[in-house]
């Protein structure tokens, strides 16, 4: 009789624990489960009709992970908040930063992190504090104080780049001790560290220690984009997957193919590695109205868009709207598995971008590598008032149609 009752709570002891393995697992990342992470540019507020974004515009359950963009650097060495009335509660402002914690409210397993950087922000700051430990440990440590303030799921270090733009060689060791640093304290409140690192390879050998940084990191973000641009004399596709058949020298390593292969190769792993796909375009202004392929000849960035207001860039809720009034021509060349657009009447505008099929070849080729999942920048450049699409954000669904998340 013992024996039967001792045989019975073993039973039931493993039913129990099979139950609750399977119940946690739900929500634990295997390598099956896909990473989609997500940046949303803070500053979208201010833009002007149908393209102002708000916190609340954010799909909670389209990304894993979201990361709000910038916070900063301060004189003093501390994670400084780069625009207070929107992204804090006090002196009347937005509570951005509250507001987006929130959104884990209605989706419990989305991921919520701060980035700190971004392209505005350089490099010098940066490697003037990394190479000193007291200046690293005042700005880990009002990081960490920032954050569980906000309840932020983690950090995102967006340092373009660790001895590039002002930076100094010795970034390249120091840059290691920063993420080593951050990357304790923050598992220690049980945070997470991501970064957002360059595809150049021109940038890669000299910035990163790719087997000491993937120690000592969560999510790597490759940002596959901006590889081509209006600071070249000549069109082309910033953010190609393969080489065009015309790429030469140092344009053959212009392209996601080979950035992530590249990374991989150095030593980063496979399940830290996620593939940034853009959702916006870069523009140019043709120099010739029958010259309008790959390598034409540009003088000069197309001009801004009415939401982004920048020249040499547009959303593609920008593009697809100007495409919907007007007759673009859009080409799908053999050679690229992106779109490119031109418009000759509109001071022979031309544009690289991505559209639904093209971020699905990206999804699935990030399947196809193994890797973690895919990265998108931004948000708030999707179609995401359905405008064009009949229903929102139709870029970011297709890739997490894809991924299968």
């Known amino acids: 009789m013992k024996l039967l009752l001792l045989l019975s709570l073993v039973a039931f002891s493993l039913v129990v624990s099979d139950l609750i393995a399977s119940y946690f697992g739900a929500f634990s990342h295997t390598p099956e489960a896909k990473y989609l992470v997500c940046y949303f540019s803070s500053w979208a507020t201010y833009r002007p009709d149908a393209g102002k974004f708000t916190i609340e515009d954010n799909d909670p359950d389209l990304c894993t992970h979201l990361v709000y963009a910038f916070a900063g650097l301060g004189w003093n060495n501390e994670i400084r908040v780069l625009d207070?009335?929107?992204?804090?509660?006090?002196?009347?402002?937005?509570?951005?930063?509250?507001?987006?914690?929130?959104?884990?409210?209605?989706?419990?397993?989305?991921?919520?992190?701060?980035?700190?950087?971004?392209?505005?922000?350089?490099?010098t700051k940066y490697?003037?504090?990394?190479?000193?430990?007291?200046?690293?440990?005042?700005?880990?440590?009002?990081?960490?104080?920032?954050?569980?303030?906000?309840?932020?799921?983690g950090l995102d270090m967006d340092w373009e780049y660790p001895t590039q733009r002002g930076g100094k060689p010795e970034d390249y060791v120091n840059y290691i001790s920063l993420m080593k640093e951050l990357y304790e304290a923050l598992h220690a409140e049980g945070m997470i560290l991501t970064a957002a690192v360059s595809a150049g390879k021109a940038t890669i050998d000299p910035a990163y220690n790719i087997p000491e940084l993937s120690k000592y990191i969560d999510i790597l973000h490759l940002m596959t984009y901006d590889l081509h641009g209006s600071w070249e004399p000549y069109t082309h596709h910033h953010?190609?997957?393969?080489?065009?058949?015309?790429?030469?020298?140092?344009?053959?390593?212009?392209?996601?193919?080979?950035?992530?292969?590249?990374?991989?190769?150095?030593?980063?792993?496979?399940?830290?590695?996620?593939?940034?796909?853009?959702?916006?375009?870069?523009?140019?202004?043709?120099?010739?109205?029958?010259?309008?392929?790959?390598?034409?000849?540009?003088?000069g960035p197309g001009g801004a868009?009415?939401?982004?207001?920048?020249?040499?860039?547009?959303?593609?809720?920008?593009?697809?709207?100007?495409?919907?009034?007007?007759?673009?021509?859009?080409?799908?060349?053999?050679?690229?598995?992106?779109?490119?657009?031109?418009?000759?009447?509109?001071?022979?505008?031309?544009?690289?971008?991505?559209?639904?099929?093209?971020?699905?070849?990206?999804?699935?080729?990030?399947?196809?590598?193994?890797?973690?999942?895919?990265?998108?920048?931004?948000?708030?450049?999707?179609?995401?008032?359905?405008?064009?699409h009949g229903s929102p954000f139709p870029l970011l669904h297709k890739i997490k149609a894809t991924l299968g998340n």
Request: with cysteine; aromatic share 14%; glycine share 8%.
């Open 239 to 299: 953010s190609l997957l393969y080489p065009h058949p015309e790429d030469t020298g140092d344009n053959l390593y212009l392209n996601q193919d080979f950035a992530v292969n590249y990374w991989i190769e150095k030593g980063a792993p496979k399940d830290k590695l996620v593939m940034g796909i853009p959702l916006y375009g870069r523009t140019f202004r043709l120099k010739n109205d029958q010259d309008t392929g790959i390598y034409a000849e540009a003088p």
């Open 127 to 153: 490697s003037e504090m990394a190479a000193d430990p007291a200046k690293r440990k005042t700005f880990v440590d009002s990081s960490i104080k920032l954050l569980k303030e906000h309840n932020f799921d």
């Open 305 to 388: 868009g009415p939401y982004t207001r920048e020249a040499g860039f547009m959303g593609y809720n920008e593009i697809c709207e100007f495409q919907a009034k007007e007759p673009w021509t859009v080409v799908h060349d053999p050679a690229l598995n992106e779109p490119y657009a031109y418009y000759i009447p509109n001071n022979n505008f031309w544009v690289g971008y991505e559209d639904v099929d093209s971020v699905g070849v990206k999804a699935q080729y990030t399947l196809d590598q193994g890797i973690a999942g895919a990265m998108v920048w931004s948000v708030e450049t999707d179609d995401f008032h359905g405008t064009c």
């Open 84 to 123: 207070p009335y929107n992204d804090l509660c006090e002196n009347y402002g937005k509570c951005g930063y509250n507001r987006f914690t929130n959104l884990t409210l209605q989706n419990p397993n989305l991921k919520t992190t701060l980035g700190v950087g971004g392209w505005n922000e350089g490099s």
